[in-house]
């Protein structure tokens, strides 16, 4: 089992930055390859990052490609997504969530998810 707590949202204008974390809970954080989604309203939830429990693949979804990064600290159990240049369509919750595949792009694949972090950009 694996309990994810979302961190590091909220109001930004467009062009900013923001840093989002994720940190879990249990010992076997390291074993897990990690995900980043994001919903905005009346959306369906989509892919935006993920990385390979060893930290040494990544992955993006096109429209953010460039523009934000993920990492992993193993050691404290915690992903962040650095995310640059905002842009107000990227205006959603943020949701990360943990998988036991080697990396995976689509929601259906991840079994434990967080409560969701709110990204708001102005323009």
């Known amino acids: 089992q694996v309990q994810l707590v979302e961190s590091g949202g909220g109001l930004v204008q467009a062009g900013g930055s923001l840093r989002l974390s994720c940190a879990a809970s249990g010992r076997t954080f390291s074993r897990y390859a990690m995900g980043w989604f994001r919903q905005a309203p009346g ?11 060893s930290g040494r693949s990544t992955r993006y979804a096109d429209s953010v490609k460039g523009r934000f990064t993920i990492s992993r600290d193993n ?3 915690t992903v962040y997504l650095q995310m640059n240049s905002l842009k107000p369509e990227d205006t959603a919750v943020y949701y990360c969530a943990a998988t036991s595949l080697g990396i995976a792009t689509t929601k259906d694949q991840y079994l434990y998810w967080g409560q969701g972090t709110q990204v708001t950009v102005s323009s």
């Not at 959306?43 to 429990?53: D, G, M, N, P, W």
Request: aromatic share 8%.
């Open 43 to 53: 959306k369906e939830r989509e892919f935006v990052a993920t990385i390979r429990a």
């Open 75 to 77: 050691a404290k159990g």
